[in-house]
């Protein structure tokens, strides 16, 4: 038997909700990167990919996929322009013809000097010093962690 208090009137209210302050949040977010990255020639998707790619410079679709949280889907096609751009190759599997991998161009590897300034554009923008937004970003990933099992009603 549960002992929750029943939520007040306001609990639907607009500004009372996470997933307003995360969504509002999250397109702030991406109207500061939006500028920044044109000047790389990127969209967030894409930087996103690249962004894992330059931690890991050779990786398979489906991992890419599931570290940024896109399907195949959707990033199939960002794959395809990032390879019209000559940022990355894509390359089948020799053993397994239905798993492709990503690698790296010189060009993509030189873009990572160019990208290296967005982060002290953001910390900037956000008014925030280096421990607070680790811990913001920590206690998002854990949100995200406990938003990602299984739903319990």
Not at 1 to 30: G, I, K, N, V, W
Not at 70 to 81: E, F, Q
Not at 115 to 133: F, S
Request: net charge positive; with cysteine; glycine share 4%.
């Amino acid at each position: 038997m549960s002992t929750r208090q029943p939520l007040p009137e306001s609990a639907l209210h607009l500004d009372q909700q996470l997933c307003f302050a995360l969504y509002s949040a999250s397109l702030a977010m991406t109207r500061i990167y939006k500028p920044l990255l044109a000047k790389l020639g990127l969209t967030y998707p894409q930087y996103l990919v690249m962004l894992v790619l330059w931690e890991q410079p050779r990786m398979s679709v489906s991992d890419i996929g599931a570290r940024v949280f896109l399907d195949s889907g959707t990033l199939t096609p960002l794959l395809k322009r990032l390879e019209k751009s000559q940022l990355i190759t894509r390359d089948r599997d020799a053993g397994d013809e239905r798993r492709v991998f990503i690698a790296l161009t010189d060009t993509g590897r030189a873009l990572r000097t160019e990208a290296l300034r967005i982060p002290e554009c953001i910390l900037a923008q956000t008014q925030c010093d280096v421990p607070a937004l680790q811990v913001i970003n920590r206690d998002i990933r854990h949100l995200r962690e406990r938003l990602s099992a299984p739903v319990v009603f």
